[in-house]
């Protein structure tokens, strides 16, 4: 099964009210990652936490990791409809020796209405 | 600019005509990851390279080849493509291993008949 997933699957906001996604996963991790795709484009790394930091900040995005829950959530402050995207966690997970690789959920689709 | 780039972004073909996509990176990236994205499956890796001349296999890799013959190159080969390979495309790549930061292509949109 995926490493994690992402909840809710969808989330339809008004523009400059916060979005919070979040992520579970299975296993223990180095770090975990998030990364926004809009429609049918390239994903795009948004940040990274280690497994060691608890809460990162960058810009409008607040993300907090809880090993213990083995859980992450991401925050956007004062959304924007530019945020409509999907968003997606990605863990790093060993998947042999010291190959290394990323396993993404499904993604939350986030609308943010005008 | 640094960046992944992908050739085409879109391409129809049928049944079993061999294709070829290709993938390439400026950043002298030592890892490379091809991913397929279908709708209710997420992303997932079908071969990735940690360095010139070594592939492995992902979570997916039945019916298809790579090679990484140059650093900054690895092209992803249909032999025989079906319809179940429909799918978007992504190409990745990163510094280190395959658990830091991921850049991505723009994808290639295949349609398989």
């Known amino acids: 099964s995926q490493q994690g997933e992402e909840d809710p699957q969808a989330l339809s906001i008004q523009e400059g009210e916060n979005a919070t996604m979040n992520c579970s996963y299975k296993t223990s991790i180095n770090n975990l990652q998030w990364y926004r795709q809009n429609s049918g484009r390239g994903l795009v790394h948004l940040i990274l936490i280690r497994s060691n930091e608890r809460e990162k900040h960058s810009g409008r995005l607040r993300v907090t990791l809880d090993t213990s829950k083995k859980s992450s959530s991401l925050l956007i402050t004062a959304s924007r409809a530019a945020d409509t995207a999907s968003y997606f966690c990605?863990?790093?997970?060993?998947?042999?020796?010291?190959?290394?690789?990323?396993?993404f959920g499904k993604g939350t689709l986030l609308t943010v209405n005008p | 600019e640094a960046q992944v780039t992908q050739n085409p972004r879109y391409l129809i073909t049928v049944t079993g005509k061999k294709l070829t996509v290709t993938c390439s990176q400026n950043?002298?990236?030592?890892?490379m990851s091809w991913y397929r994205q279908d709708p209710g499956l997420g992303l997932r890796q079908i071969y990735y390279?940690?360095?010139?001349?070594?592939?492995d296999k992902g979570d997916v890799p039945e019916g298809y080849k790579v090679s990484r013959k140059e650093k900054r190159n690895f092209p992803l080969i249909l032999e025989s493509p079906s319809p179940n390979q429909t799918s978007l495309y992504f190409c990745a790549s990163s510094a280190g291993t395959g658990g830091d930061e991921q850049y991505f292509g723009p994808g290639t949109r295949l349609t398989v008949t």
């Open positions: 390279s940690m360095n010139v001349e070594v592939t």
């Open positions: 950043m002298n990236h030592e890892y």
């Open positions: 990605a863990t790093d997970a060993n998947s042999g020796g010291s190959n290394y690789k990323l396993t």
